[in-house]
């Protein structure tokens, strides 16, 4: 499905609004409208939370799609599929607009009138704010190519460039530090701000970094590329066992999960590593559904109290041995999937129980030209599983050492060690 056949499920939760979403509605509004542009990283920072890595620019997959939602696309006539919380987002917007405010203004008191609404997943965001999630859609960000980390002693480390970026052909490489970022020193300040300046909004323009690299301190200009996400890769274990990870669900993901199954050898299991997956086009996530499925139910939703069903395709693997491993990161779209292979018997789930964000949001835009973000619905797993505040428990709880339990157990399941 693609154009105007789609409605957006929106994953904001960082890794630092993970941790408190669920007992402090309001978190996700505040980082939507506060600081949109750092939960750009939000399908990989609570991955580099616990290793101590932030991978600096990686966009979260935060639209999902569906041909139920024609009317309630950004653009759609007035009023076309809008709710009573999105008016009154508009009528919000309108009237400080009338007020002389500034777009930012009137984006706040959007903002303001979708918190009132009681909405945990309501949200507005900025034209740019929103351009950067629909570019995420197409498996592509606008940064630099670089990930970082704070180090023990505070400063800012890069951990690893991307091949042909503008970093890399600057001749930034490991272990280099970010001294400052347009004039600005970064000492203090939180790692997402800091790759937040350096990502900026558009491909094209250019950020003057300040770095040293031991007792070496110089500066580069960098011009902004728009460069792949990679949200699919593929690695192999011992005893012919392959682990497919996926950070989310962006478009074409769901493809590349099922050539990297139809790629492993004759007896060789699977691990689908969904962790710190924050969700993603629902249609991949069904699509990478196929990969082991041979049709059928992968999930239901409501849509204002109108009910839908999604299928898999027929033709997927359905003998191969399979384990899927998750932990508190895993959202949305990775949670429909799991549920689908765990409620069918398709595989075995590994890890620590899900996140829990099972809800549906379609966009609207304000007369300001930003997007308001409402919940419209729920989905369930084949199994009428409510996932949203409730998230999915595996069935072999593992924290550490999670990717060795799920080895043994394919070797169980029968795979040769």
């Not at 898999?312 to 998750?326: I, K, N, S």
Request: proline letters at 5%.
């Amino acid at each position: 499905m693609s154009g105007p056949d789609r409605f957006s499920v929106v994953s904001v939760v960082s890794a630092f609004s993970a941790l408190s979403a669920v007992t402090a509605s309001s978190a996700t509004r505040r980082i939507g409208r506060g600081a949109a542009l750092t939960v750009v990283f939000g399908c990989v920072l609570a991955a580099g939370a616990a290793t101590g890595t932030l991978p600096g620019e990686t966009p979260p997959a935060p639209v999902r799609q569906d041909p139920t939602a024609v009317a309630a696309r950004p653009g759609a006539p007035a009023g076309a599929g809008r709710d009573r919380a999105s008016e009154k987002a508009a009528a919000a917007a309108s009237a400080a607009m009338s007020d002389g405010k500034s777009p930012e203004q009137s984006a706040q008191a959007a903002e303001e009138a979708v918190s009132r609404s009681g909405d945990r997943w309501g949200a507005v965001y900025s034209q740019g704010e929103y351009h950067a999630f629909e570019q995420a859609l197409d498996g592509e960000y606008t940064g630099v190519g670089l990930w970082a980390r704070r180090t023990a002693d505070g400063r800012v480390q890069v951990t690893k460039v991307r091949s042909g970026s503008p970093a890399a052909r600057a001749g930034i490489r490991h272990g280099d530090r970010i001294a400052a970022v347009d004039g600005r020193p970064v000492s203090g300040r939180p790692v997402t701000e800091v790759l937040t300046l350096l990502r900026g909004e558009r491909a094209g323009t250019s950020v003057h970094v300040g770095l040293r690299r031991g007792a070496r301190a110089w500066s580069e200009t960098l011009r902004r590329a728009n460069l792949p996400t990679d949200s699919v890769s593929v690695s192999r274990l011992g005893g012919g066992a392959t682990v497919v990870r996926v950070t989310a669900f962006t478009r074409g993901s769901g493809a590349e999960v099922r050539a990297a199954v139809r790629a492993v050898p004759a007896r060789g299991g699977v691990v689908l590593d969904l962790r710190g997956n924050s969700g993603g086009l629902i249609d991949e996530a069904v699509d990478a559904a196929s990969a082991f499925l041979d049709g059928g139910l992968v999930a239901t939703y409501d849509v204002r109290g109108s009910q839908r069903a999604l299928h898999a395709r027929g033709g997927g693997d359905t003998a191969r041995p399979l384990v899927v491993l998750v932990d508190s990161g895993t959202m949305s779209a990775a949670e429909l999937l799991t549920g689908a292979l765990q409620d069918r018997g398709r595989a075995v789930v590994v890890g620590s129980r899900t996140f829990g964000k099972g809800s549906v949001q379609m966009p609207s835009r304000l007369p300001d030209g930003s997007v308001a973000e409402l919940t419209v619905g729920h989905y369930r797993t084949p199994s009428g599983h409510r996932v949203d505040g409730r998230g999915i428990t595996p069935d072999l709880e593992a924290d550490d050492g999670a990717l060795r339990r799920a080895r043994t157990v394919l070797t169980g399941l029968g795979t040769p060690s």
